[in-house]
């Protein structure tokens, strides 16, 4: 998906009571990960739940690829 793709997506607008409730489900994450270095894992796990509906993103660290000499 290119950035022009990106643009002509419509986001969903967040009020200021959902934002507040993110800001707080941000700090609980923030706190769960504070002894993890979430950047030198291989595979992140990140679940989301939307009202009825539960998604799972994963998050794949590519490998750098093979230095040929």
């Known amino acids: 998906m290119d ?3 990106l643009k002509n997506i419509t986001w969903p607008m967040i009020n200021k ?9 941000y700090k609980t994450i923030k706190r769960w990960t504070k002894s993890v270095d ?3 894992k291989d595979y992140l796990f990140v679940p989301i739940h939307n009202q009825l509906h539960w998604s799972l993103v994963l998050v794949v660290r590519p490998t750098p690829p093979p230095l040929t000499v």
Do not use: D, L, T
């Not at 009571?17 to 489900?25: G, I």
């Open 38 to 40: 979430v950047f030198e």
């Open 3 to 5: 950035g022009q793709e």
């Open 17 to 25: 009571q959902e934002s507040e409730a993110y800001a707080k489900q």
